[in-house]
């Protein structure tokens, strides 16, 4: 990196456009000169002067630490989250990895202080040490105590690293700290370090002595109701060559409540780092953002929800394990970062910063309230998230190689031709329905005098051929959303000018749609899946952490379960549920059902009988593998649909809405591996809705779960080849596989630019 900093590329773009005269780096700011440059005075150097005048010099590097910590910081110096940055801890899942370098502080330009390496949480963020706090002034020999690196989380906390020269401590040259005296003397003479004001001995709660790697360390933890940092402080000490370094992290009470464990995972973590070093730790940020300068690198932007950022993930997990010299930012909102970080995403990724989260503010709904107006929701995502998008990208050090955005993002095209940058368009949904929609101009008007059932037999294949799954029907309903409808109609009349789209379908599953797609469309395709979350990347079968869901499992009979679940995002009507729940306990068909509703699981637990087990989430995909699940009863959203075909398990079909209505025909009547049962809807005349009734799914799932039924047994026999075709196409020579290779080389070769 030409920068001096991990975090240049962001820390730049963040800065004032006044540039500060004197001596910094990224993260040492000349503050006095940024101030005069900005037309105000500089600080006044008085208090300092006066600890000077006072007090021993020792302590001069304490109320240097504690006026930093109390002293406000500008706008400017809050800077990125460290997740968008740092590659995952493998040490520590939900953790990202620092590792301190040369680039990085003055102190370790000058060789005074060894490099030295800890975890922070992913929100956490760096903040800029002011040069007169750095050492920039005085290295290689300075005769004060310094600040090296400070990162701060509002509602946890801080860390800072201080460095101090070991002759305020020992004459002893090199000494080690068991040289310089006990863990108690040692913190009598750092402890202002650690409280920023005089040390009182009362405030130490505990000590203890531990070695890493030969080196040895003290750690400590204090209680200081009055000290200027906070009034918890942990710390950790050690010495190597001619310095003693102080690693502190310090709480408000407030923030102790909820940080305690964080803090003293970080805290534990710290150490110096070592050369030899094997490759089964953490690997540092130097190489995998050195590597970043030479390598390719793409910005994947999904869309905010999950059935969109979760295929995302899956397909950046395999472009960076087709190409190793790849690395990929996906950008997610902050709220969405904080949801994936909670449930240890990040520590999924491929290590060393491959595939990375970064972060724009939340300028859309709450996930958590976006059911309440899905298409207001919509809109703030199409007139909103693209600025916030765009000026990231503008904030970038260097031009991304690509753009993968999500299609539904109609301004992702835009965004990427205006900076001269390609766009390669995802598309997380079944190739059939993409088709249907990249032919939205051929759709019929609809006869609002014929009924339901006369649409319902009519196919729009006479109008878009290839689309005998999409029933006129599906049209007039899709009409009846004209807001969605006009944003998809913008996506797709934008993806036209993509550079080539992606697929998380694979070939073998929709042959005549992707056949068709790619003989009309003016761009390359690349069909790269199954795009699955936790997949192993061999086409291995996944597995089931929960150790209740597994032993459960474990003691039903081969494939006498039904897996039951109807996605995270879209509800289906309270009688609609209740009409599952009594045909499972009149069928006697063992159930294992996912509902997310806590509020609700009790009730169709109670409703449904003892014959199965209700839970609030599970390891889909382990579960859909286990030997003793042989049925799906789903709402067949696109990703759960892949997950089925990657197990081969058969389907019962109960779609809720948008491409959930196609894919179930494609279950049933392309792939014929399950059945459809929206085709036996009937209307309540309680206003509970259009349901598909008890009878019909009791006696559609006795049948499916039959292992003596004829036709259950053809679907199954189906199911288990597209499970292979599914396995196979990911694996060497495959032909996911294959796409896959294909794509990175388009882009390696520059096939996918502008013309």
């Known amino acids: 990196m030409a920068s001096s900093s991990v975090f240049s590329p962001l820390l730049r773009a963040l800065r004032p456009s006044t540039s500060c005269s004197g001596r910094s780096s990224a993260t040492h700011d000349n503050s006095a000169a940024a101030v005069v440059a900005a037309g105000g005075a500089a600080p006044r150097p008085a208090p300092l002067a006066a600890v000077v005048s006072h007090r021993r010099e020792l302590l001069l590097g304490a109320a240097l630490g504690a006026a930093f910590l109390k002293a406000p910081l500008p706008a400017e110096a809050r800077e990125v989250e460290v997740g968008a940055v740092l590659p995952p801890a493998a040490s520590n899942p939900?953790?990202?990895?620092?590792?301190?370098?040369?680039?990085?502080?003055?102190?370790?330009?000058?060789?005074?202080?060894?490099?030295?390496?800890?975890?922070?949480?992913?929100?956490?963020?760096?903040?800029r040490v002011a040069n007169i706090l750095s050492g920039n002034y005085c290295q290689p020999k300075c005769a004060e105590p310094w600040v090296e690196v400070k990162f701060e989380d509002d509602k946890q906390g801080k860390v800072q690293v201080v460095a101090s020269p070991l002759i305020r401590l020992t004459n002893r040259p090199n000494a080690t700290i068991e040289d310089i005296g006990s863990p108690e003397r040692l913190i009598a003479s750092l402890g202002p370090f650690v409280t920023g004001n005089t040390f009182d001995s009362d405030e130490l709660v505990d000590t203890s002595?531990?070695?890493?790697?030969?080196?040895?360390?003290?750690?400590?933890?204090?209680?200081?109701?009055?000290?200027?940092?906070?009034?918890?402080?942990?710390?950790?000490?050690?010495?190597?060559?001619?310095?003693?370094?102080l690693f502190v992290a310090s709480a408000s009470d407030k923030q102790?409540?909820?940080?305690?464990?964080?803090?003293?995972?970080?805290?534990?973590?710290?150490?110096?780092?070592?050369?030899?070093?094997?490759?089964?730790r953490d690997s540092p940020i130097e190489i995998s953002m050195a590597s970043t300068a030479v390598s390719r690198h793409v910005v994947a932007v999904p869309y905010?929800?999950?059935?969109?950022?979760?295929?995302?993930?899956?397909?950046?997990?395999?472009?960076?394990?087709a190409d190793g010299e790849l690395t990929v930012t996906v950008v997610v909102t902050e709220e969405w970062h904080g949801l994936l970080a909670s449930a240890g995403v990040p520590a999924t990724l491929p290590p060393a910063g491959r595939v990375r989260l970064a972060t724009i503010p939340n300028v859309i709904p709450s996930e958590h309230g976006r059911g309440a107006d899905p298409a207001g929701f919509f809109e703030a995502v199409d007139a909103k998230m693209g600025v916030a998008v765009e000026q990231l990208l503008d904030r970038l050090e260097r031009r991304p190689d690509a753009i993968v955005a999500d299609t539904y993002?109609?301004?992702?095209?835009?965004?990427?031709?205006?900076?001269?940058?390609?766009?390669?368009?995802?598309?997380?949904?079944?190739?059939?329905?993409?088709?249907?929609?990249y032919n939205i101009h051929l759709w019929p008007p609809v006869d609002d005098?014929?009924?339901?059932?006369?649409?319902?037999?009519?196919s729009l294949e006479q109008y878009v051929p290839g689309c005998s799954s999409v029933r006129l029907s599906d049209v007039k309903i899709f009409r009846s959303w004209e807001r969605s409808m006009k944003l998809t109609t913008e996506a797709f009349v934008n993806v036209r000018k993509a550079q080539c789209v992606l697929f998380t379908s694979f070939y073998e599953l929709e042959p005549c749609a992707m056949d068709r797609i790619t003989q009309a469309v003016p761009f390359p395709v690349y069909p790269v899946g199954?795009?699955?979350?936790?997949?192993?990347?061999?086409?291995?079968?996944?597995?089931?952490?929960?150790?209740?869901?597994?032993?459960?499992?474990?003691?039903?009979?081969?494939?006498?379960?039904?897996?039951?679940?109807?996605?995270?995002?879209?509800?289906?009507?309270?009688?609609?549920?209740?009409?599952?729940?009594?045909?499972?306990?009149?069928?006697?068909?063992?159930?294992?059902?996912?509902?997310?509703?806590?509020?609700?699981?009790?009730?169709?637990?109670?409703?449904?009988?003892?014959?199965?087990?209700?839970?609030?989430?599970?390891?889909q995909l382990g579960v859909l593998c286990h030997r003793s699940v042989g049925g799906f009863l789903s709402h067949c959203g696109w990703n759960s649909l892949l997950e089925a075909v990657f197990a081969g398990v058969p389907l019962l079909a109960l779609p809720v809405v948008w491409d959930q209505v196609v894919d179930a025909r494609v279950v049933a009547d392309e792939w014929r591996i399950g059945v459809n049962l929206?085709?036996?809807?009937?209307?309540?005349?309680?206003?509970?809705?259009?349901?598909?009734?008890?009878?019909?799914?009791?006696?559609?799932?006795?049948?499916?779960?039959?292992?003596?039924?004829?036709?259950?047994?053809?679907?199954?026999?189906?199911?288990?080849?597209?499970?292979?075709?599914?396995?196979?196409?990911?694996?060497?020579?495959?032909?996911?596989?294959?796409?896959?290779?294909?794509?990175?080389?388009?882009?390696?070769?520059?096939?996918?630019?502008?013309?």
């Not at 159930?591 to 109670?606: E, K, M, N, P, T």
């Not at 559609?700 to 080849?721: F, Q, V």
């Open 94 to 127: 939900g953790f990202v990895f620092f590792r301190a370098t040369s680039k990085d502080t003055p102190a370790l330009r000058a060789g005074n202080v060894q490099p030295y390496e800890f975890i922070l949480p992913p929100t956490w963020k760096q903040t």
């Open 209 to 245: 002595v531990e070695k890493i790697d030969g080196q040895t360390y003290y750690s400590y933890v204090l209680e200081t109701p009055l000290a200027l940092t906070g009034s918890h402080n942990l710390a950790k000490a050690t010495a190597k060559g001619n310095t003693v370094v």
């Open 256 to 280: 102790w409540q909820s940080s305690e464990k964080v803090l003293k995972t970080i805290v534990d973590s710290f150490k110096f780092h070592q050369e030899d070093t094997n490759s089964s």
């Open 304 to 321: 905010p929800g999950r059935g969109h950022i979760n295929p995302m993930l899956a397909a950046c997990r395999l472009l960076a394990a």
């Open 409 to 437: 993002l109609a301004w992702g095209v835009p965004a990427g031709a205006a900076r001269g940058i390609p766009v390669c368009s995802l598309w997380t949904m079944a190739a059939t329905f993409f088709w249907a929609l």
């Open 449 to 458: 005098r014929e009924g339901e059932q006369d649409l319902s037999r009519k």
């Open 530 to 619: 199954p795009s699955i979350s936790d997949m192993p990347l061999d086409g291995g079968a996944g597995k089931i952490d929960d150790e209740e869901h597994r032993a459960w499992l474990d003691a039903q009979p081969e494939r006498s379960v039904l897996y039951v679940s109807f996605g995270s995002v879209v509800s289906m009507w309270p009688s609609q549920l209740e009409e599952v729940a009594v045909a499972l306990r009149d069928s006697a068909v063992r159930f294992f059902w996912v509902a997310r509703d806590s509020a609700s699981a009790g009730d169709l637990r109670r409703i449904a009988g003892g014959n199965g087990l209700v839970v609030p989430w599970c390891d």
């Open 678 to 755: 929206s085709e036996q809807r009937r209307e309540e005349d309680d206003g509970g809705g259009v349901v598909v009734g008890r009878d019909a799914i009791r006696a559609a799932a006795a049948r499916l779960m039959d292992p003596d039924d004829g036709e259950s047994r053809e679907m199954r026999r189906r199911a288990a080849l597209l499970r292979e075709a599914c396995r196979g196409a990911v694996q060497d020579g495959g032909s996911s596989r294959r796409s896959l290779n294909g794509f990175v080389k388009d882009l390696a070769d520059g096939r996918l630019n502008f013309q």
